[in-house]
């Protein structure tokens, strides 16, 4: 089975994984750790590896992560080394919603290479300034 597993500073791995909830379905193969306020990275680290119980090592894991080089992240990464599990995991920092939804639905469906594409053009494509005009004082609104 190929995992979804979300990292980040505070509930925002968490809270995306509601969103992804709500979008793609309930999903077991999608999994969320936050590293809590106040917390430590040693902590984190065992509240990774209790999040990711259920992943074997003939499992892939596709780590998102909010911040390249946050605790979260090398703190995950060091957890799955140690466990063996580095080798058949593909690692994205930055998560927003459209990288994470990209990756839940096309994670089966494309080769390494053409997913890491896929979901990272998404994520990019996803970014974009929304200019509003605003009526002259004469326009009817």
Same mark, same amino acid.
């Given at each position: 089975?190929?995992? +979804?597993? =979300?990292v980040s500073h505070g509930d925002f791995a968490t809270g995306l994984k509601t969103s992804l909830d709500m979008l793609a379905g309930k999903r077991d193969d999608v999994i969320a750790v936050g590293l809590p306020d106040g917390k430590t990275a040693d902590e984190f680290a065992l509240m990774f590896k209790e999040g990711i119980q259920a992943v074997t090592g003939d499992d892939e894991i596709i780590l998102l992560a909010d911040i390249v080089g946050g605790s979260p992240l090398t703190t995950s990464l060091n957890v799955l080394a140690d466990a063996g599990k580095l080798a058949n995991t593909i690692t994205i920092g930055g998560m927003n919603l459209p990288l994470a939804l990209?990756? +839940? =639905?096309m994670k089966d469906s494309l080769d390494k290479e053409t997913f890491t594409a896929t979901v990272v053009s998404e994520a990019k494509e996803a970014l974009q300034e929304f200019k509003l005009e605003q009526p002259e004082e004469d326009d009817e609104i």
């Open positions: 089975m190929k995992y +979804v597993v =979300l990209t990756a +839940v =639905l």
